[in-house]
């Protein structure tokens, strides 16, 4: 019977500490087999994809017993060896295939026996568009699509729906910077922020009690005062050798680049957009659980209409959507025109979740295959729930065609893969969006559209300044995309004699860049003084990024039989004591305790999965069927597009819009602005050509009621005020008061941008 089966793992504690933008993360992971045989328990977690884990120890009894790092297949021979041999061993490995999967064995748990898991990691946390830093949990591990035919083994995870997680979750945060902290939000309930001190820069925060490991943990934290670029200088250390990555100070260089407000408020009108669109399966769940009625795929669709309506004329455009096969509405990209934005929009309207797996790499091969068209930027834009098992070898194909184009990625739903997300942006030089539970995916993706339209920082260049006697070892990869109001990282190893000079000594870094043809530059003065109380995590921080960099190089180079790369990310990952995809932690309890008898019994210790699931239990055997819209070929095709609840009056709005900008004076128009076809014509003034008056209703509509949701309709109504000057129509102020009348709005001409 299955209620015989208990799993180990009773609960997992979480301690979070925020110092400015860098978070340490403290998980604790109680064991107890109650069970009367001895155990292995193999847990299969995700963690953030960028995190660099630092420290895993074991406590049993009143032993605790500290893991190292060594190279991953020692580490796997040094334990199975403990457990034949009838010792305790704990394993800690990252999965070959995605860096945000991670996998736990504790060997050799003997009946009635506890054992504590401490499991440590830094990470920084990226800054959103409010200027919020966002600080992701992962606690949903959803199933990866493994392609047939790709790299490596797939990893196997035991997930169940959140309800039946066999374990509890607590979790609290530790908030401090040298600016006040003015909130902190989530999207599960949260204890009321308690301040430590007057001034507000430290706080604590706890999550309330019965999370239901649905989703994600998700905090944002906003400062009163907007990000300044910073530099932290960390001194190396005491026991490691001069010279060496440990052994160095190391600086972080924290980056906001300013461009000029002229710049940054022209649009481009050329480019060519290329959108990639996930109709996999597990595109069919809700975006928001409490709210059922909205999918994945409907989200979406309403997105790809706000692009649409908003790309430039002038512009280039081709819409791909993928599951376990591919699809392009056109052979090729298009000019982007009335007739053109119509055909692509019925076909978007038809997009289901209806396409099987989740194979991504077939569509980017078939897109860079594409020549690109001269003077024209290519900017793709990926939409994905990130359920992929092949993440490496897609970030390398994004890698290798970074010369070619930007790529802006947008992480649907609880679970998406944050190395996927993250990565495609990193090497594609764009920028990377989590859409989950009620957040709208409409503004985040403009936000993206808007960069995609800022015109592209090239050139970009970094210069060093140091004392006498100091030099400088990049360890991050070249800077290729610069960002308005987005932190771009530097890390680096000072070597020499850094503390040895006056107190008052200080480097500066200059970054050099072009922008629409102007040559600019930010500057950054900083002091050598080492921080006092940073521990070693800008190091292990500096090492993570190394790290990823060498096993980036790694993966291009196989086949080369070339070996050096390897060894080089062993050693620095053996020296920081930072996991890499070559190493892992070992731990072994070589106490003088009794041997383990018997043979043992493995238990895999399940993970939240978000699916929409249904379940069925056969009570003669323990099994766990589940039958979800997981991301399996055999789906095919699973009927057509749902039936779509009313729209958004909005998106009803935008949905009448033309390609040039403007709007028609029709029925539909009417209906949309809740007025009567009567009402709206006979306020129109005799001399004023039909499509001015509709599209300066359109605009009134839009800031008298739709303020709220700027974000999304700015860059179309940007082109529908282009138009309308572009048609030099008379009486506009005329226009606008009888606008304003009909509408029961008070917008003024000048709010208007006319």
């Known amino acids: 019977m299955h209620c ?33 045989k001895p155990l292995e328990a193999v847990f299969v977690f995700p963690l953030p994809g960028d995190a660099a884990v630092c420290h895993f120890s074991a406590t049993i009894g009143q032993t605790q017993i500290v893991a190292e790092v060594k190279e991953k297949q020692e580490a796997r021979e040094e334990y199975d060896d403990a457990l034949s041999s009838g010792q305790q061993a704990f394993l ?51 199933p990866r699509y493994q392609p047939q035919g790709s790299e490596g083994a797939s990893v196997q995870v035991t997930s169940v729906p959140a309800s039946l997680v066999p374990y509890s979750l607590s979790f609290s945060a530790r908030v401090s910077s040298p600016r006040p902290v003015s909130k902190v939000e989530s999207n599960c309930s949260l204890d009321p922020l308690q301040y430590l001190n007057p001034e507000q820069t430290q706080a604590t925060v706890k999550l309330a009690a019965g999370h239901k490991f649905d989703r994600d943990v998700e905090l944002l934290i906003y400062y ?17 050798k001069p010279g060496t990555l440990m052994g160095d100070p190391v600086v972080m260089l924290s980056l906001y680049p300013e461009f000029p407000q002229a710049v940054m408020s022209s649009v481009a009108s050329c480019g060519e957009f290329v959108f990639l669109l996930d109709r996999s399966g597990s595109m069919d769940c809700p975006m928001d659980r409490s709210k059922r009625r909205e999918t994945r795929i409907g989200s979406a669709r309403d997105t790809l209409l706000l692009l649409l309506k908003s790309l430039p ?82 970030i390398s194909l994004v890698k290798k065609n970074s010369g070619s184009h930007r790529c802006f990625s947008f992480g649907i739903g609880e679970g998406a893969s ?36 800022q015109p592209a920082v090239v050139d970009i260049s970094v210069t060093w300044d140091l004392p006498k006697g100091v030099s400088v070892t990049v360890l991050s990869p070249p800077i290729t995309a610069l960002f308005q109001g987005q932190r771009s990282l530097i890390y680096a190893q000072l070597t020499g004699e850094v503390g040895a000079s006056s107190k008052a000594a ?38 993570r990024t190394l790290i990823r960099s060498l096993e980036m190089e790694e993966r291009e180079r196989r086949g080369e ?64 069927s589940l039958i979800s819209f997981l991301d399996t070929p055999p789906f095919g095709d699973a009927g ?115």
């Open 224 to 240: 009163k005062d907007a990000h300044q670029p910073t530099a932290v200088v960390e001194a190396g250390q005491a026991s490691a």
């Open 418 to 453: 944050s190395a996927l997300i993250n990565g495609l942006a990193k090497e594609g030089g764009g920028h990377a969006q989590f859409i989950t539970g009620t957040d709208r995916m409409q503004p985040k993706v403009m936000q993206s559209l808007r960069f995609a339209l």
């Open 561 to 624: 039989q070339d070996k050096g790369v390897k060894k080089k990310v062993v050693e620095v990952s053996v020296q920081s004591g930072v996991s890499s995809v070559f190493t892992a932690f070992i731990a072994v309890n070589k106490g003088d305790g009794e041997a383990v008898q018997g043979p043992l019994v493995r238990r895999n210790v399940p993970t939240p999965s978000e699916k929409c699931i249904i379940i069925h239990y056969n009570y003669s055997v323990f099994t766990l």
């Open 313 to 394: 004329m002038g512009c280039y455009f081709n819409i791909y959507s993928f599951g376990s096969s591919f699809q392009h509405i056109f052979p090729k990209s298009v000019e982007y025109s009335q007739k053109t934005m119509e055909e692509a929009l019925k076909t978007v309207e038809e997009m289901g979740a209806d396409l099987g797996g989740t194979e991504i790499l077939n569509p980017l091969k078939h897109i860079y295959s594409q020549p690109c068209i001269p003077n024209q930027p290519r900017q793709l834009f990926v939409f994905t729930d990130g359920e992929v098992g092949n993440t490496k070898e897609v």
């Open 4 to 36: 015989c089966i208990t799993f180990p793992l009773k609960s997992v504690g979480v301690e979070l500490e925020v110092r400015d933008h860098v978070a340490t993360v403290v998980s604790t992971l109680n064991y107890e087999n109650k069970e009367d």
């Open 506 to 543: 200080e480097g500066c870094v200059t970054v050099k860049y072009s922008l629409a043809g102007h040559p600019s530059q930010n500057q950054l003065h900083f002091s050598l003084k080492p921080a006092e109380d940073t521990g070693l995590t800008v190091h292990r921080l500096a090492a």
């Open 640 to 754: 057509t597009a749902p039936k779509q609840p009313p729209r958004d009056p909005l998106l009803q709005l935008v949905s009448l819009q033309k390609a040039s900008g403007c709007w028609v004076l029709d029925p539909a128009l009417a209906a949309a602005l809740g007025k009567t076809s009567e009402e709206v014509e006979n306020l129109k003034l005799a001399s004023v050509n039909q499509e001015v008056w509709a599209t300066i209703l359109a605009l009134i509509w839009l800031h008298g009621f739709k303020m709220d949701a700027q974000d999304e309709w700015q860059l179309l109504a940007m082109k529908a005020v282009s138009w309308l000057r572009a048609q030099n129509a008379s009486c506009v102020t005329e226009c606008v008061e009888a606008g304003n009348a009909l509408l029961g709005c008070n917008v003024k001409k000048d709010v208007l941008g006319l």
């Open 92 to 142: 800690l490995e990252e999965s070959e295939q995605s860096p945000d999967i991670f996998s736990l064995s504790v060997g050799s748990l003997p009946p009635g026996e506890s054992a504590s898991i401490r499991l440590e990691y830094v990470t920084e946390l990226a800054v959103q568009a409010d200027d919020g830093l966002r600080f992701c949990l992962p606690a949903v591990l959803n």
